[in-house]
């Protein structure tokens, strides 16, 4: 009830008292007191949450537009719709397709084809005279690749026996000792199909199919997840390699993404740099699984990541913060609620990055004027006062803060990028597996797909073929047993 009400009520009322008692003018009194505290009540109560929605509403604008798979650590089932998503790309003057100077590849025909079809004229399509006597001149060729039916291919170790005449005893040669049973699978095969399960995402039961109708060879599940796990352990030593390749690299670039184990929680890890990628699996997003992994951390290295405590925790030489990350922050405030202060780091942070396009080998090594003008624009950013601003950008500013030394790194190192982007394609795999399988049914199956997954990325990032270093992996086990 309005103000405006009580009062229209208090003076119907009070036109009324002439002819009530006093007991009764006293009782209505009393309730036109309670009436208008009442009142005064739900007015206050009304403000409050007007407050409330406004606070929400403003929450909301700044879920909206930053909790989206913009972000590293938002799946895209969890956008709130596809008018939300923005990329930090700006347009270029290039025009679309393929640009100047890029190499096209085409279709080759083969010097030496496998089989030769030749087209003769027989009679002549004009007056009908027969041609066979006649020669022939060749006009033109055309080719076409098939593949042929595969067959498989089935090779026979026979041992013999042989009794020495001199003293009668007798020798039997022996069969390589790979051969293990009355009849199995080479090596090549168990390298495809770990090929088909961790680069190509196949799951076991499409495997066992493509196999019966491509190769023409039956296969089941359950053997198929054995030479799985064989080829993980047989890649291990290569996988060690690697992870001690990656702890003495200048520039490391880590991050971890969520995948599901056995309808549990879990996490996939990377560190990787421009030739080498190393993952592992765990049941733990925190700092011991790093810990575990690099006792040392990354004592030589410029180590690239976001703002995840466990990530910012591990000893490095020096830290870069993604400024990808950073920027898609800052659209979140500009876009939600016109953050002038995001604005200006997000102006600082792309002129940074123009800068360092244009920086030469020698301007890292000296004195430069205009990489320490960015450094002062940045912490007097920083050291601005916020009272009076949002609590979301004040968290911001205050993690931004603690960590000032490394968000313009990438300006005094020349091979550390400034984003986190390398890190982020490594985890991406883990993302398509799970759209495919779901999930891992165990640990150790995610470490077996961390693993050959390790091998597979180093070996692309290498320019090398995928197949053929998996099964070299294979093939060379069996030399050394």
Not at 36 to 55: D, G, K, P
Not at 357 to 385: I, T
Request: charged share 30%.
């Amino acid at each position: 009830m309005t103000l405006r009400k009580a009062d229209y009520l208090f003076f119907s009322i009070k036109i009324r008292l002439i002819r009530i008692s006093k007991k009764e003018y006293q009782t209505l009194h009393d309730l036109i007191a309670e009436l208008r505290e009442q009142n005064h009540i739900l007015l206050n109560q009304v403000a409050a949450l007007e407050q409330e929605v406004s606070s929400l509403k403003e929450e909301i604008r700044l879920l909206k537009n930053g909790k989206n798979s913009n972000t590293s650590s938002t799946p895209p089932s969890h956008d709130f719709g596809r008018s939300n998503k923005k990329s930090l790309r700006e347009p270029s003057e290039k025009k679309q397709g393929g640009q100047k100077g890029h190499e096209g590849t085409t279709l080759q025909m083969s010097e030496h084809p496998d089989e030769t079809i030749e087209y003769r004229p027989s009679v002549c399509v004009h007056c009908g005279e027969i041609l066979a006597a006649e020669e022939s001149k060749f006009a033109y060729r055309k080719q076409e690749i098939v593949i042929p039916p595969i067959i498989p291919k089935y090779i026979e170790h026979q041992s013999y026996s042989c009794t020495c005449k001199n003293c009668g005893k007798t020798t039997k040669s022996e069969t390589p000792d790979h051969l293990r049973a009355n009849i199995q699978y080479s090596s090549d095969i168990k390298a495809l199909v770990a090929y088909l399960s961790v680069r190509q995402y196949m799951p076991y039961e499409r495997i066992a199919e493509f196999v019966k109708d491509l190769l023409n060879l039956p296969i089941s599940e359950g053997t198929i997840d054995n030479f799985v796990k064989d080829m993980a352990r047989k890649s291990e030593p290569v996988y060690e390699i690697i992870r001690q390749k990656v702890e003495s690299s200048d520039v490391v670039g880590g991050d971890e993404t969520g995948i599901k184990i056995n309808k549990k929680k879990g996490w996939l890890w990377t560190f990787q740099t421009d030739t080498l990628t190393f993952l592992a699996a765990s049941e733990s997003r925190g700092f011991q699984t790093i810990n575990d992994l690099f006792k040392n951390g990354f004592p030589y290295s410029v180590y690239v990541t976001d703002c995840w405590a466990a990530q910012l925790k591990v000893k490095t030489k020096a830290k870069q913060l993604c400024t990808a990350h950073l920027m898609r922050e800052t659209n979140n405030f500009i876009d939600a609620i016109d953050c002038s202060w995001s604005k200006e780091m997000k102006q600082l942070l792309k002129e940074s990055i123009a800068f360092k396009k244009q920086m030469h080998k020698s301007d890292y090594f000296r004195e430069n004027s205009e990489r320490d003008r960015f450094r002062d624009r940045l912490n007097d950013l920083l050291d601005s006062d916020y009272t009076g601003k949002h609590q979301k950008i004040k968290a911001f500013i205050e993690r931004l803060r603690k960590n000032r030394d490394s968000i313009l790194t990438f300006l005094y190192y020349l091979k550390v990028p400034p984003d986190n982007n390398g890190s982020e394609r490594a985890i991406r795999n883990a993302k398509v597996k799970m759209k495919v399988s779901c999930q891992f049914r165990s640990l150790s199956g995610a470490k077996c797909f961390a693993i050959l997954r390790t091998v597979i990325d180093t070996t692309i990032k290498n320019a090398q073929n995928v197949l053929n270093a998996l099964t070299n992996i294979a093939a060379m086990e069996y030399a050394a047993e």
